[in-house]
């Protein structure tokens, strides 16, 4: 597998959150979920298997951003950080 290279980590988590941002976007919804086929074709990972320290490292990198993400056993969830219910005051 290599050496890890914290730069080329960073990046790619990066990247990882700039792809799920533009989904986002793309659909003009406030959440998406996708299964991880989906999630890899559209973050270009050609991993057979999401690594548990790049998922860390997304989040960590998610964190100061306006998204929220869930990686379950079958799906990815993706959220606008924000309120975006509405409710009575």
Same mark, same amino acid.
Request: a negative charge.
């Given at each position: 597998?290599? =050496?890890? &290279?914290?730069?080329? $980590?960073?990046?790619?988590?990066?990247? %990882?959150? &700039?792809?799920?941002?533009?989904?986002?976007? @793309? !659909?003009?919804? *406030? %959440?998406? !979920?996708?299964?991880?086929?989906?999630?890899? &074709?559209? !973050?270009? =990972? *050609?991993? @057979?298997?999401?690594?548990?320290?790049? @998922? *860390?490292? %997304?989040? /960590?990198h998610a964190r100061g951003g306006n998204v929220l993400i869930a990686f379950? $056993?079958? !799906? %990815?969830?993706? /959220?606008? *950080?924000? =309120?975006?219910a509405e409710y009575d005051k």
């Amino acid at each position: 597998m290599g =050496n890890w &290279n914290p730069k080329q $980590s960073a990046e790619e988590s990066e990247f %990882v959150l &700039n792809k799920l941002h533009e989904a986002l976007e @793309r !659909t003009g919804k *406030d %959440v998406i !979920t996708m299964g991880w086929g989906e999630f890899y &074709n559209l !973050t270009h =990972n *050609d991993l @057979r298997f999401f690594s548990a320290s790049m @998922r *860390d490292r %997304v989040l /960590a990198h998610a964190r100061g951003g306006n998204v929220l993400i869930a990686f379950g $056993s079958s !799906t %990815v969830l993706v /959220a606008k *950080d924000n =309120n975006f219910a509405e409710y009575d005051k």
